[in-house]
């Protein structure tokens, strides 16, 4: 009765709801390695012992390797996760990580080292790397064209509450002292995975990932799945044949070459930039250290700090969800880069005051907070909105691996080379503290500056309709009067259009 009421599929809830518990152990992973860096305990097990202080301290090299070698991890995770996903349906990619997951979990919690601690957590982000192969796309495949973007930004929602949780967690056992404090987080890494497993072979296959196999009668099937039981027949057979007509056009685009041609250039772009900008802003930085960063300020408990921000972001996944079908894409795109430029520029004048100047450290911290409040309100979710709409179906995983590779690269770039300007005691290091915000934030007045000349508009329209605007039909006619309606009328007219 509740489905029928909401006109929402049974199976289309459940399929976004696991998608969405799989996302959650991306940030409740993420922020476990982040939150626990900063315990006493964890630097006890994993650092040096200084003679001039009298204190455990991490050395700056295991910080950057720890905080940068993840993304070699990640990179790999992409190119496997869209290969198995590609040949094997999303649903075995899900299963797969799923599985690996258990094992990579298993010898985090277990290292005694630094070197196996290095190693788990580089093995660790295979896993998420596959997670941000499949699930943002499989998320886009299955949502009506008219919510598809609150669908899609339900990803990284989940990714902010799983690293709420586990920054509320941490906050509680950074006080344990001995290693529980740091391998109680790390251990409840296996509970996602362990659930996914059991359920992830209930949900629907993509229709579109089927249709582009030639595999039409399970793609109807998965297409019934997904659709309200109380839709006629006839209009879902409608919208079958309509969508099939959209695949069967893009069969003939699969190399590698295809992703340079003049229909698809811009689109790639567009795609590899995004991730670019998402990265170069700063927001390894904030994720990654933002708990050392602000330990370091000693001004404010830093666990507090952390949980704040995640519940600030998840307000601003929020409103983002809500919003991004109705104003668009690119309004928030501009809002995010604007509030994230004035917050980091403010950062970078409050970090030239006086080191012992107290208001000036509170002043960073709040700014810390505003640009990830920014930064989550626009290019943090839409970047994997737009990476999964933009491409045509049939290039969407190679646009996605070269888009993720440089992503991976441009966090790693910005994570290793933090621990360098926050040594100052270290031989050829340098302290900038708030300063950074400079940095990064000239970075974002560009990605503004990108958004605008170069972000298209994506706003309730079918995939296969975002691909006609770039790849025009040879009945022009007919392309822009169809195109024409997409833009005006909510997605369902398309049913009509076809009978």
């Known amino acids: 009765m509740f489905f029928e009421r909401w006109g929402v599929s049974p199976m289309l809830f459940f399929s976004t709801a696991l998608l969405f518990v799989s996302a959650f152990n991306y940030g409740f992973s993420d922020q476990a390695f982040a939150s626990c860096q900063a315990m006493d305990s964890f630097t006890r097990q994993f650092g040096v012992y200084k003679e001039s202080t009298g204190k455990w301290a991490l050395d700056p090299l295991f910080t950057s390797l720890y905080n940068s070698i993840k993304a070699g991890g990640q990179i790999i995770g992409v190119f496997v996760g869209g290969w198995v996903s590609n040949t094997y349906g999303r649903r075995m990619c899900v299963f797969v990580m799923s599985i690996y ?4 979990a298993s010898v985090v919690i277990s290292s005694t080292t630094q070197a196996q601690i290095q190693a788990g957590r580089a093995l660790h982000y295979i896993y998420l790397g596959m997670q941000l192969a499949v699930i943002p796309t499989t998320l886009s495949e299955i949502a009506p064209a008219r919510n598809r973007g609150g669908v899609s930004v339900l990803y990284w929602l989940a990714i902010k509450v799983g690293g709420l949780i586990v920054t509320s967690i941490t906050r509680g056992t950074k006080t344990i002292e001995s290693n529980a404090a740091w391998r109680i987080p790390f251990g409840l890494l296996l509970v ?11 949900i629907a296959e993509s229709p579109r ?3 582009l196999r030639g595999r039409e009668p399970e793609a109807y099937e998965a297409l019934r799945k997904l659709k309200p039981k109380n839709m006629p027949e006839e209009d879902l057979r409608a919208e079958f044949d309509l969508l099939s007509l959209k695949v069967s056009e893009q069969l003939q685009k699969k190399s590698f070459s295809d992703l340079f041609t003049k229909p698809n250039r811009l689109r790639t772009f567009v795609v590899v930039m995004s991730n670019f900008f998402q990265q170069a802003t700063g927001q390894a930085f904030a994720s990654q250290y933002g708990t050392l960063f602000v330990k370091q300020l000693k001004s404010i408990n830093p666990f507090s700090v952390t949980l704040g921000t995640n519940a600030v972001d998840i307000g601003a996944i929020i409103i983002s969800a809500f919003l991004i079908d109705v104003v668009g894409r690119r309004a928030l795109f501009h809002t995010s880069s604007i509030l994230q430029t004035g917050a980091l520029m403010t950062m970078g004048g409050l970090g030239t005051a006086d ?10 911290v709040a700014m810390l907070m505003i640009f990830s409040f920014s930064w989550s309100l626009g290019w943090a979710p839409l970047t994997y909105v737009i990476g999964a709409e933009l491409p045509s179906s049939p290039l969407r995983e190679m646009t996605l ?3 993720y590779f440089v992503k991976l690269i441009t966090e790693f770039a910005v994570t290793f080379s933090y621990p360098y300007m926050e040594t100052a005691d270290t031989p050829g290091h340098v302290y ?8 990064y934030g000239s970075l974002s007045a560009v990605a503004f500056l990108f958004g605008y000349f170069f972000m298209p508009e994506t706003r309730r329209m079918e995939l296969e309709d975002i691909d006609a605007q770039f790849t025009p039909s040879t009945n022009d006619e007919e392309t822009k009067n169809f195109d024409t309606l997409v833009r005006e009328e909510d997605a369902t007219t398309v049913i009509e259009i076809s009978k």
């Open 209 to 211: 990932w089927l249709l």
């Open 355 to 364: 080191a012992g100047n107290k208001s000036a450290k509170q002043g960073i």
């Open 401 to 403: 691996q070269i888009a």
């Open 432 to 439: 900038l503290g708030g300063k950074l915000g400079f940095i």
């Open 192 to 202: 996602v995975p362990s659930i996914v497993i059991c359920l992830v072979w209930f």
């Open 101 to 104: 997951a258990l094992g990579s």
